[in-house]
């Protein structure tokens, strides 16, 4: 859903959300995977990229085959 955020401007809600990073000291362990980092993930894992998502069409057939 790149294509969904494009035009928008850097002081925009959701584009806040998707950059914040909490304060204070970070827990044991390993560090939580963010929303973007699964969506490029399952991208890469299956040869998709941000073209793919424009064309709607294509888009749909790629994400039923994983189903």
Do not use: F, H, L, S
């Amino acid at each position: 859903m790149v294509w969904a955020c494009t035009g928008k401007e850097e002081d925009d809600w959701v584009n806040k959300c998707m950059e914040y990073e909490v304060e204070g000291p970070r827990p044991r362990g390993r560090p939580k995977r963010t929303w973007r980092q699964v969506v490029r993930e399952d991208c890469q894992a299956r040869k998709m990229n941000k073209e793919d998502a424009i064309d709607r069409c294509k888009w749909t057939k790629m994400i039923k085959d994983v189903r």
